[in-house]
């Protein structure tokens, strides 16, 4: 079983509407979470980190479920610059070493 | 901005070839990294390091090793490269510990013939 696991996509979203998806993790100790994103053949970028309150950022909203082990991510009133992968990324020792979702794939429509 | 350098964007080598991929970061970060990323399995960890001279085996460093000589620069090599080696290499670098951002540089495509 993979440690952090993603549903692949892709999310088929129509300009302006809101998509919502989540990422679950397997380690019950892990202690960092975030949400990167990775556009076609380019390196990964961090989107947001993710609080144990739940975050915002702008149109993005990220919550954690620990009980459920779980994060996720809400993108409201999507524009098209926001087709991308993202990529669920999750801390597991105190050292803080990363296991990386394989992502989820976005598409944003006209 | 921090900036991460991976030498080559494409490279071709042939099965049992010595393979070096270089990478450079400028921000002084302490913390370096480099992962594989394959189609379905996500980013994974082959090695890292904390500190000059110093190196930690990630999750899949069988074939592999790496050197980190300066702060700036962690190499990452292909003893005799095989085929099951052709894969996305990212490089990435940190400063500090579990709640830093990373930075990646653009990557290395690798196909192994």
């Known amino acids: 079983r993979k440690e952090v696991e993603q549903d692949p996509g892709p999310f088929n979203v129509p300009e302006g509407a809101t998509v919502a998806f989540n990422c679950t993790y397997s380690?019950?100790?892990?202690?960092?979470f975030f949400w990167y994103r990775q556009d076609c053949r380019k390196e990964p970028k961090l989107l947001m980190s993710?609080?144990?309150s739940g975050n915002e950022d702008g149109r993005f909203t990220a919550q954690l479920n620990r009980a459920s082990q779980y994060i996720s991510l809400l993108i409201r009133d999507s524009k098209l610059s926001d087709s991308a992968t993202y990529l669920c990324?999750?801390?597991?020792?105190?050292?803080?070493?990363?296991?990386f979702g394989a992502g989820t794939q976005v598409v944003v429509t006209p | 901005d921090v900036k991460v350098t991976q030498s080559s964007r494409y490279l071709v080598k042939r099965t049992g070839e010595k393979v070096f991929l270089e990478c450079v970061q400028d921000?002084?970060?302490?913390?370096m990294f480099w992962y594989r990323q394959d189609p379905g399995l996500g980013l994974r960890l082959i090695y890292f390091?904390?500190?000059?001279?110093?190196?930690e085996k990630g999750d899949i460093p069988e074939g592999y090793s790496v050197s980190r000589e300066k702060k700036e620069r962690f190499s990452l090599i292909l003893e005799s490269a095989s085929t099951n080696q052709t894969s996305m290499y990212l490089c990435?670098?940190?400063?500090?510990?579990?709640?830093?951002?990373?930075?990646f540089g653009s990557g290395t495509q690798l196909s192994v013939l």
């Open positions: 990435a670098s940190r400063q500090g510990g579990t709640n830093e951002k990373l930075f």
């Open positions: 380690n019950s100790a892990s202690q960092s």
């Open positions: 993710v609080y144990s």
């Open positions: 990324v999750v801390g597991t020792d105190s050292w803080g070493k990363l296991q």
């Open positions: 921000m002084d970060h302490e913390n």
């Open positions: 390091s904390y500190d000059v001279k110093m190196k």
